[in-house]
């Protein structure tokens, strides 16, 4: 297999009504999207900042997974996520912090292969370096369909 140099992803969003949006990747069935009531949404689906904890942790765990299966390591893995959202200097929302616990149940023998995946697996996810380094985001408005 041959070394991937660049990949693009898409989506189409659109907006449904109220805070909420539906979501289509590929050709994947598409997905909603909506605010909590706090936040003035109708809580009918996972938010935006669900969506970005999901993206991170389930990047996070693939590339565990990876290490894992290559050093030959059966052990279940869970995750557990939490971003903070408070407001900048300006009184805006941003997401401030986001903490990652993982376990592995990993059989005695086995944890020094786990420490070892510890150590280096956060390098090779693509979306939360990309998120600790900060993401240039570039955005154009169009008008018509």
Request: glycine share 8%.
């Amino acid at each position: 297999m041959a070394q991937i140099q660049t990949l693009t992803f898409t989506q189409t969003l659109t907006h449904t009504g109220g805070f909420r949006a539906e979501a289509r990747v590929r050709d994947l069935p598409p997905y909603g999207l909506d605010e909590p009531r706090d936040l003035g949404g109708e809580d009918s689906a996972p938010c935006p900042m669900d969506y970005l904890l999901t993206a991170v942790g389930g990047c996070l765990l693939s590339s565990l997974a990876m290490c894992l299966q290559k050093k030959r390591v059966e052990a279940p893995v869970s995750m557990d996520l939490e971003g903070e959202v408070a407001r900048n200097d300006e009184g805006l929302l941003r997401v401030k912090r986001i903490r990652v616990r993982i376990r592995v149940d990993a059989r005695e023998e086995d944890r020094r292969k786990v420490e070892g995946c510890y150590q280096i697996f956060k390098k090779y996810c693509i979306v939360s370096a990309s998120v600790a380094q900060g993401i240039p985001l570039e955005t154009e408005l169009a008008f018509g369909g």
